[in-house]
């Protein structure tokens, strides 16, 4: 049982390593080898490259790194090919896996695709692409088996592997955190998950920061930024010196438990936040003609997976020139004004929970694709 997998960013190797890990306890003989990081590395998958190595954000950034992609493409054929590996699991990151998913089907590898890929947002004719190389679709967004089915594709929902990560978490009490990360015990925090790229960060972290200060201040609140390893707190400390705040890494689900709001970039983070109740907006930011692109080609009506789930705006979604001090700061004010309006919006995004299935979702993909495996 030799498998290849592939996965592009950090919550998508989180994931794929827990599957990974499932795999391993039903099946002793299972190898695994592939592209990730850190999380698929200490569940001992032998690693041809570190997803770092992949990560370009944005059409323009692809297109810089063309020649690198090429050669990257090359040589992840050529070692499947010349281990003989028959089981491939490709881990969103639709890029580089649905070029890869035709350059293997045609060489009869079995192809199973772990995560959907956000196609429903945009490309979607990459449908037609998933049917003709693509054996097993297991989507992780309730919405998306009705999408495949328009195309006659065979798809899975087993549930939201962030529903079994937030079950088994062992998490601290609020004064335990508060004491570890030298918060101050007479305020609540108001948290900022500006990203893990550096060009988000860049983009985002000083209007994120200027006006969180100032709720801060009116609200007697303290900031707490909670960031990936990847990034050291001297990073934010020179985007911003004028403006006091703590930069935590390895507690964002006590962060995310124990905080009064949140300033979240748009991504996974918005999903974990609201299956832990806790209240935010959303913002995202990129360069002009990356978002210029964007807009023409993205067809959804929220950038948020939590109101792509409820179909409906639950929470409030500032974009590009929307990001700004102004913006955030009355968007935000608005709940914290009033107790009500914050204590609605905390029972709204905690209500996702009844969508996003029951524990035991990672085990039930790992016994799917091992009953999918050749």
């Not at 890990?21 to 003989?29: D, P």
């Amino acid at each position: 049982m030799k498998y290849f997998i592939l996965t592009g960013e950090a919550s998508a190797d989180l994931h794929a390593s827990a599957v990974v890990k499932k795999i391993k306890e039903k099946n002793v003989n299972a190898e695994f080898y592939g592209i990730g990081g850190k999380n698929l590395k200490e569940a001992e998958v032998e690693l041809i490259y570190d997803i770092d190595e992949l990560n370009f954000m944005g059409f323009i950034e692809v297109i810089k790194n063309i020649k690198k992609i090429k050669e990257i493409r090359k040589n992840i054929v050529e070692f499947i090919v010349k281990k003989n590996i028959k089981n491939i699991i490709l881990v969103d990151y639709p890029g580089l896996n649905l070029h890869l998913a035709e350059k293997l089907k045609k060489l009869n590898k079995n192809i199973i695709y772990f995560i959907s890929p956000q196609i429903w947002a945009w490309h979607e004719s990459r449908a037609y692409k998933i049917k003709k190389y693509v054996d097993t679709m297991i989507c992780i967004l309730p919405f998306e088996v009705d999408f495949y089915k328009k195309y006659e594709i065979e798809a899975y929902y087993e549930g939201h592997p962030l529903v079994d990560r937030i079950h088994d978490y062992n998490y601290l009490a609020k004064e335990e955190l508060f004491i570890k990360h030298d918060l101050n015990p007479e305020k609540e925090i108001l948290l900022l998950l500006p990203g893990s790229r550096k060009q988000e960060i860049d983009y985002l972290f000083n209007d994120m920061l200027i006006s969180a200060n100032k709720l801060a201040v009116k609200h007697n609140l303290q900031i707490a930024v909670a960031c990936s390893q990847n990034f050291s707190e001297e990073y934010f400390k020179q985007i911003n010196r004028d403006i006091f705040f703590k930069v935590i890494k390895d507690s964002t689900y006590d962060l995310f438990k124990h905080s009064k709001f949140a300033i979240i970039k748009s991504g996974t983070s918005t999903l974990e936040a609201a299956l832990h109740g806790l209240p935010f907006i959303v913002i995202y930011k990129t360069n002009k003609l990356n978002y210029m692109l964007g807009k023409k080609l993205v067809k959804v009506a929220y950038i948020s997976l939590v109101n792509l789930i409820f179909n409906k705006s639950v929470v409030t979604e500032l974009i590009q020139d929307d990001v700004n001090i102004a913006r955030i700061f009355n968007t935000i004010d608005f709940y914290l004004n009033n107790e009500i309006n914050l204590q609605q919006l905390k029972s709204n995004v905690k209500s996702i929970i009844n969508l996003l299935g029951d524990y035991g979702v990672t085990e039930r993909i790992a016994n799917l694709i091992i009953e999918k495996s050749i």
